[in-house]
Each structure stands twice: as structure tokens, then as C-alpha cells.
């Protein structure tokens, strides 16, 4: 068997702020909807909008996974709560959500991110692997990454082993050949780690291993230093 050739990785919380980023892709979609829809406010905040996410859930729970059907799911409802008819309501919920998703994909990137990302893709195939609904070309990515995967795109989350063979069936590879890069110990290392596949754990904010936290192939506390995990990894092989 030869050496690594794949690596995949997470993005939110592994590449950039996944927090701060929502926070500002909210307000500016409160600022739309405050504009275009200004009824919609009531419903979109406390209780109302606890209620309207819970009931969409329930009734979508099946597509829990893919996170732009059910945030346009969870605005739709919203907006129909004012009194559009349902065609209006349909459209206004689309264009709000596009508002999001653009505040959603103007990322700032980690400290060594893009240098990490650079030096991997001159030597390796590059997959995102992730739960979120980032896309790689509005957040920069696309000269980096041969390919990206989302729950939505496999029908189901990390730590589900489908995410993890994804990209493993594309290239024809075995978990051997690959190694996932990512900062959740159970959604990333555990995931990744029972497929039988090589992981780094992208630990920035010192958080503590327990005894019953998968243990990762290697351990990194800055991003500057996934690429000599990579190699060590990739050498020992």
C-alpha cells in the first residue's frame, strides 16, 4: 500500500471562527428582513422562533442534516406567519437566506490557515469533510481543495462513517491512505478514527482529553504545525 495520498478536514472551528461568523451573518439578516419584511421581526426572535425551529424540525427531521434547507425552512414559516401568501413567502425566504448565506461564507481565516492549506495542496488530494453548510468557492477555498463533501451532499454527519467514505470511494482508497483534519473529538477523530483512517486533532483552545475521547494520530496546537503532523504520519507509513 502506498503513502498518504488524501487528506480531508473540517472547517468550521478547524479553519476559521464558525461563532463569530454566524453571529455577523445574522444581523445582517435581521437587518433584510427588518427592510423587506419588517412584520417578520416578531416571529423571528425568544420564543416565536424557538417554536417555529422546533416545529420545522419535527416535521423535517429527516433533513436535519442539510442546515440551507432548514434555516430557508425555519425563515419560510416566519415570513408566512405575517400573512404573505405562500408563493411571496417562498421567494422573500429564499432571498433572505441568500443574504445569510453570504455573511455565512465571508470567513476570516485562522493564523497559518491558508499557509497550512497551500503547502498540503501542493503534495496532496484535499476534501473538506463537513457537518456545516459553508461553500468552498464563496469562502476561498476552491484553489486549495479538489473537492468538498457536506451532510447535506452524503445524507447524513460526521461522525457517521458515509462521510469519511465519501471521498475514500471517489479516489479509490484505502483509510489508511487518508488523514482527517479536524478540531471535534467525537464529530472529527472518532468519526475518522473508526473508519480506520489517520487523524489530527486541531486543538486551539487547549481543551482537555479525557480517557474517553478518541485519541488522534497526532495533536497539534496551532495550525502552523498540521504539516509536520502530516509528515510524520505520511513517513511512518
Do not use: C
Not at 408563493?87 to 422573500?92: C, G, L, P
Not at 441568500?98 to 501542493?122: I, Y
Not at 484553489?143 to 462521510?163: E, I, R
Not at 477523530?189 to 482529553?209: C, D, F, K, P, Q
Amino acid at each position: 500500500m502506498s503513502r498518504l495520498q488524501l487528506i480531508t478536514l473540517d472547517l468550521d472551528n478547524t479553519l476559521w471562527d464558525v461563532d463569530s461568523i454566524i453571529i455577523k451573518a445574522e444581523g445582517e439578516l435581521l437587518k433584510w428582513l427588518g427592510e423587506h419584511v419588517p412584520d417578520s421581526l416578531q416571529h423571528y426572535q425568544g420564543e416565536r422562533l424557538d417554536e417555529i425551529r422546533a416545529a420545522v424540525f419535527a416535521e423535517f427531521h429527516h433533513q436535519a442534516h442539510d442546515l440551507s434547507f432548514m434555516r430557508t425552512q425555519v425563515l419560510y414559516e416566519v415570513i408566512r406567519r405575517t400573512g404573505m401568501q405562500d408563493r411571496e413567502a417562498r421567494q422573500r425566504a429564499q432571498q433572505a437566506f441568500e443574504v445569510f448565506f453570504e455573511g455565512r461564507n465571508r470567513v476570516v481565516f485562522f493564523p497559518g490557515a491558508l499557509d497550512m492549506l497551500e503547502d498540503l495542496s501542493r503534495r496532496f488530494n484535499i476534501y473538506a469533510l463537513t457537518n456545516g453548510n459553508a461553500n468552498i468557492e464563496k469562502a476561498g477555498l476552491s484553489g486549495y481543495l479538489s473537492g468538498a463533501y457536506s451532510s447535506a451532499d452524503v445524507g447524513a454527519k460526521k461522525p457517521h462513517p458515509d462521510m469519511f467514505h465519501a471521498p475514500l470511494t471517489e479516489l479509490d482508497l484505502h483509510p489508511q491512505q487518508a488523514v482527517h483534519i479536524g478540531d471535534h473529538l467525537v464529530d472529527d477523530i472518532h468519526g475518522a478514527n473508526a473508519v480506520g483512517m489517520h487523524s489530527i486533532w486541531v486543538n486551539l483552545t487547549e481543551h482537555y482529553r479525557s480517557d474517553n475521547d478518541s485519541t488522534p494520530t497526532r495533536e497539534v496546537a496551532d495550525l502552523s504545525a498540521v504539516a509536520q503532523a502530516v509528515e510524520d504520519i505520511h513517513s511512518g507509513l
